[in-house]
């Protein structure tokens, strides 16, 4: 069964800082990994795809990477902003299956 | 961007009543999720479809749960009889293999 774990749970940093997000996960057979976030009372925003072929995805100031033969991901925020707070969800895919991880909950202060 | 359609947005109901969810997955996406959101619980899957035939079902109560796709354009998930229990934030996904998956907004459901 997989099982995906974020670290940390919770983040406060200080606007224009650059910052990690982690993820790992136990089973190496998916799909892809996405990043979401999701802000209170909201949906989840789909922020980076990254295949299961593919080494790592860019978007803007975000950047996700994915090592399946350990079992990791990591998120990297640059100059981080007031409107990047949010949770973020770490999700691995396969065919039948999303499993979502336990989240990391930031907060970026002015 | 296309987007995953869910309908209504918010639903407030008594007891009892039957509420039906609706989802309007994107264009040539085969796979949809329903997804059940809770403070306590987190995010929970309630059932999958591929190429509108249902694949698990395994986490929705089937005594008052019921999910279905009439057409490739439309999912819908019924509860009958509604309970305070249910009241959740209902998401529905679709995607397309290994191309990622779309959430939708979300149906807020409140049960009185």
Redesign the interface.
């Known amino acids: 069964k997989q099982e995906v774990t974020q670290i940390p749970a919770a983040l406060s940093v200080p606007e224009g800082e650059n910052l990690v997000l982690n993820c790992s996960f136990t089973d190496s057979a998916i ?2 990994l ?1 990043w ?1 976030r999701q802000d209170p ?6 922020l980076l ?1 990254i ?2 072929s593919q080494r790592e995805q860019t978007s803007g100031r975000l950047n996700a990477s994915l090592d399946k033969s350990s079992g990791r991901s990591t998120l990297y925020i640059a100059a981080s902003q007031p409107g990047d707070s949010a949770t973020y969800l770490c ?1 691995t ?1 396969t ?4 499993t ?1 991880g336990t989240g990391t909950r930031l907060q970026v202060t002015l | 961007d296309a987007r995953v359609t869910q309908t209504p947005r918010h639903k407030v109901t008594e007891m009892g009543q039957e509420v039906t969810m609706r989802c309007q997955p994107i264009l040539g996406h085969n796979t949809v ?1 329903w997804y059940r959101q809770t403070m306590m619980q ?2 929970e ?1 309630l059932a ?1 479809f ?1 190429n509108r035939a249902p ?2 079902d395994s986490g929705m109560p089937k005594d008052r749960f019921s999910a279905e796709m009439p057409d490739a354009t439309l999912a819908t998930l019924k509860i009958q009889p509604s309970e305070p229990r249910d009241s959740a934030v209902y ?1 529905c ?1 679709s ?1 397309l ?10 149906t ?1 459901l409140t049960v009185v």
Request: proline residues 0%.
């Open positions: 799909y892809n996405q979401f009372g909201k949906g989840l925003t789909s795809l295949q299961s999700v895919g065919a039948s299956k999303l979502f | 999720f987190g995010l899957l999958y591929r694949l698990d998401f996904a995607g293999n290994i191309y990622g998956y779309t959430f939708g907004s979300g807020r």
